[in-house]
Nanobody
Framework: EVQLVESGGGLVQPGESLRLPCAAS????????MRWVRQAPGKREERVSN????????GYAASVKGRFTISRDNAKNTLYLQMNSPKADDAAVYYC?????RGQGTQVTVSS
């Protein structure tokens, strides 16, 4: 069974850091490009970042470029999103996606 499980969400203050892991199973993780998307109430879903299978090519939405970093550890079948200097607008449910599936999401709340 193809499965993606996000974790690491929670309450973070503006300016702090948060790392979201996404554990993958049921498929050859390194063969697939992966991405992070987010959904905030009342807003359209936004593709936050993407990464190729080898991890050497990445892309970012303009809204997070320079603050967020996507990475992957293919030996551990895990995708990451490092969130630095989060803002109130970054509050959302974050999903990892790839291999024609997505996880259940993890909630990130940004508040002082």
């Amino acid at each position: 069974e193809v499965q993606l499980v996000e974790s690491g969400g929670g309450l973070v203050q503006p300016g702090e850091s948060l790392r979201l892991p996404c554990a993958a199973s049921g498929f050859t993780f390194s063969n697939y490009p992966m991405r992070w998307v987010r959904q905030a109430p009342g807003k359209r879903e936004e593709r936050v970042s993407n990464i190729n299978g080898g991890g050497g090519v990445t892309g970012y939405a303009a809204s997070v470029k320079g603050r967020f970093t996507i990475s992957r550890d293919n030996a551990k079948n895990t995708l990451y999103l490092q969130m630095n200097s989060p803002k109130a607008d970054d509050a959302a449910v974050y999903y990892c996606a790839g291999a024609e599936t997505r996880g259940q999401g993890t909630q990130v709340t940004v508040s002082s």
